[in-house]
């Protein structure tokens, strides 16, 4: 079955950085575009950063853009989240996911994704 699991999480101080990976089984990766989200507590979900099948078209939320950057791995199966430059409003609960190179929503609607991990925990303190 399709798995898609994230690492990296942990505690950082603000102005640091991070690095989060997602690994992906049970699905032909180049043909599935990757989004990682977040979610706080008491707040939604949110989007973070986009990359296409192919890698070829990246997209972030503004409060991260300049950053964090997104990346893939095809030949591993793998999307890296770096975050730089980390702010306290950065804690959350990260999220990476999946879907068809072919779904045309918008990157950012978390229900157009038919994949998710678990989450990885990311914590910066001030």
């Known amino acids: 079955q399709v798995q898609l699991v994230e690492s990296g999480g942990g505690l950082v101080q603000a102005g640091g950085s991070l690095r989060l990976s997602c690994a992906a089984s049970?699905?032909?990766?180049?043909?599935?575009?990757v989004g990682w989200f977040r979610q706080a507590p008491g707040k939604e979900r949110e989007f973070v950063a986009f990359?296409?099948?192919?890698?070829?078209?990246?997209n972030y939320a503004n409060s991260v853009k300049g950053r964090f950057t997104i990346s893939r791995d095809n030949a591993k199966n793998t999307v890296h989240l770096q975050m730089n430059s980390v702010k306290p409003e950065d804690t959350a609960v990260y999220y990476c996911?999946?879907?068809?190179?072919?779904?045309?929503?918008?990157?950012?609607?978390?229900?157009?994704?038919?994949?998710w991990g678990q989450g990885t925990q990311v914590t910066v303190s001030s």
């Open positions: 996911a999946a879907r068809s190179l072919w779904n045309s929503a918008s990157y950012s609607y978390s229900r157009s994704y038919g994949y």
């Open positions: 049970g699905l032909t990766f180049s043909s599935y575009a």
């Open positions: 990359i296409s099948s192919s890698g070829g078209s990246t």
